[in-house]
């Protein structure tokens, strides 16, 4: 089998904005064909990562490459092989569904009659045909957060950037874009890089998670590989010390040691979140200073 060069290669990429550093020189891969998540607590550096990855920001220094070829924001061709759907929607709120999609299709040279049916068959595969006439402004916020997906496929890319993608939907939207995601994956081919807060996000959809933590990244692995050696399921409890956590393989030694213990107790399976307090002391939630945890069998 030849191999190839992974779909995205970062090196060392450092940012600083004034004398605040965002990055401190992170190294990273996407490979074709998976959904990659990028998980991180606010002001992680997961924003200014996509911002530069698609070309909306220089580094200050540091190599990326696309399939093997340095990254040039003003190639054409290179902006053609990433969709992005950043974190803020950025649709013109005046002009319909579909006049948000031509605007874009004309930057990237599509015309006539292919782009009107690239414009419907990426309305198609967001399950937004009905609201193709409507004003982006009209549109609730799972609604504006599928057009700008929308937008972002127009031109067939081969990798898709999205930023936060559910952030601040309700469940049953959040669940949309969720499926959708999984569905331009599996469906579509798209490679996906996806940015999230959201532990359970990261978890149910990514193949490979990156955590990242104040500009640094703290552990790459499968969901799973990330959980691994914690244990199985967590036992939060509070005491006079504060919040705690035990951790254990079996479940019904995890039931019977919470019998035991006073006040409020919860029983739950070991998330990410463990994982990323592990190695950094922090939750990915309020960035605070984590709880005690502790390892039982
Ligand atoms: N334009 C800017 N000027 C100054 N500082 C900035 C700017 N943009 C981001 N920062 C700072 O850089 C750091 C990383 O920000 P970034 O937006 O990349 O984080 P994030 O992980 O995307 O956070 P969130 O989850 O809140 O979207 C933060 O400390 C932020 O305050
Ligand atoms: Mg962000």
Known sequence: MPEYPPLLT???LSKSYR???ALGGIDLELRAGEILAFLGPNGAGKTTTVNILTGLLRQD???ISYSGVLFDPENAAHKRAIGVVPQENNLDRDLTVAENLRIHGYLFGLRGRELTRRIDETLELVDLQEQKNQAAAELSGGLKRRAVIARALLHHPA????DEPSAGL???SRRAIHSLTRRLNRAEGVSIFLTTHYIEEADILASRVILINAGAIAATGSPAELK?????Y???FSNDNGESTLYFEDRARAAEEAAALPGEIRIREVSLEDAFIRLTGKTIGEGSAASKHRRRS
């Open 170 to 172: 309700d469940p049953v």
């Open 159 to 162: 990798i898709l950037f999205l």
């Open 61 to 63: 220094s540091g190599e």
């Open 234 to 236: 967590a036992v939060e």
């Open 228 to 232: 691994a050696g914690i244990g199985k």
């Open 10 to 12: 970062v090196r060392a």
């Open 19 to 21: 004398h605040k550093q």
